[in-house]
C-alpha cells in the first residue's frame, strides 16, 4: 500500500494562510488524497478530497502536484479553531488507510 | 438522529473476557470502517466491510472479529481481550468508500486490565 509522509508539527500566526505538505511518491493511479484533522478527544473530521486536479471547498483548499506525488492542503486563514492534527490519505477504491499526521499548533 | 454513534463510548475489562463495540450509522452508508488510534501510531485500521455480509481485514485484523448483517451495524469483538489491545476505537463510514468523505464516531475508549 502506498504510504504518505508528513512534517510532524507546524506552527502558524492566526489569520494567515498555512499550507500543510504532504509527499505520497507511490501513490496508485486510482488513490483518492483525502485530508482528515482531529481535535482531541474527538473522532477525525473530513477536510477535502481530490484524484487529479485542485479542489475547493467551504474548509480549505487542496493543491496535488502534476505528478499526484505531493499535495498540498491549504487553510487560508488560520483560526485557534484550525489548531488539530492534520491527516493525509491515500485511499484506494475498498479502504482508506491514515498516515501519522501534523500537529498544527496556530498561534494567536 | 442521523449521524454515526459508538457504543459504549468507555469500556473498562479484564484480559481473556470478551467484548463487542457497537457502532450503528443512519444514512445506509455501503462502507463502514473500524480503526484503532494509539499514541504514536496513528490510526490503523482493522477491519472495513463494502456491504452487508462482506467484509475484509485491515492493516491490524489480528485479535478482532467483525459481522454485518446489518447495512447500519458494524459490531467488532474482541474475542479474548489482551492489555496490548488497549486503545481507542473508532468507527467510520462512507457512502462511496475512498471516493467520498468518511464520517467517524466519538471513539471507544476500551481499557484492558
Known amino acids: 500500500d502506498a504510504k504518505t509522509t508528513q512534517p510532524n508539527s507546524m506552527e502558524s500566526n492566526e489569520e494567515e494562510p498555512v499550507h500543510l505538505p504532504c509527499n505520497h511518491s507511490t501513490i496508485s493511479g486510482t488513490d483518492y488524497i483525502h485530508w482528515y484533522r482531529q481535535l482531541p478527544s474527538q473522532g477525525p473530521e473530513y477536510v477535502i478530497h481530490?484524484?487529479?486536479s485542485n479542489v475547493n471547498n467551504r474548509m480549505a483548499s487542496l493543491a496535488i502536484a502534476e505528478d499526484r506525488k505531493s499535495s498540498t492542503l491549504i487553510l487560508h486563514r488560520a483560526t485557534l479553531r484550525d489548531a488539530a492534527v492534520y491527516y493525509c490519505i491515500l485511499g484506494g477504491y475498498q479502504k482508506v488507510t491514515f498516515g501519522t499526521g501534523t500537529k498544527l499548533q496556530v498561534i494567536p | 438522529d442521523a449521524g454515526i454513534t459508538q457504543s459504549p463510548r468507555y469500556k473498562i475489562t479484564e484480559t481473556g473476557r470478551q467484548v463487542t463495540l457497537m457502532c450503528h450509522q443512519t444514512w445506509s452508508h455501503s462502507y463502514m470502517f473500524w480503526y484503532r488510534q494509539d499514541l504514536g501510531h496513528g490510526l490503523r485500521l482493522i477491519y472495513y466491510?463494502?456491504?452487508?455480509?462482506?467484509?475484509d481485514k485491515g492493516e491490524v485484523p489480528d485479535g478482532y472479529v467483525v459481522s454485518r448483517s446489518k447495512t447500519e451495524n458494524f459490531p467488532l469483538t474482541l474475542e479474548s481481550a489482551t492489555r496490548s489491545q488497549t486503545s481507542v476505537y473508532f468507527c467510520a463510514s462512507s457512502d462511496q468508500g475512498a471516493a467520498t468523505e468518511a464520517f467517524f464516531g466519538q471513539g471507544t475508549r476500551l481499557t484492558v486490565v
Open positions: 466491510s463494502a456491504a452487508a455480509d462482506i467484509t
Open positions: 481530490g484524484l487529479t
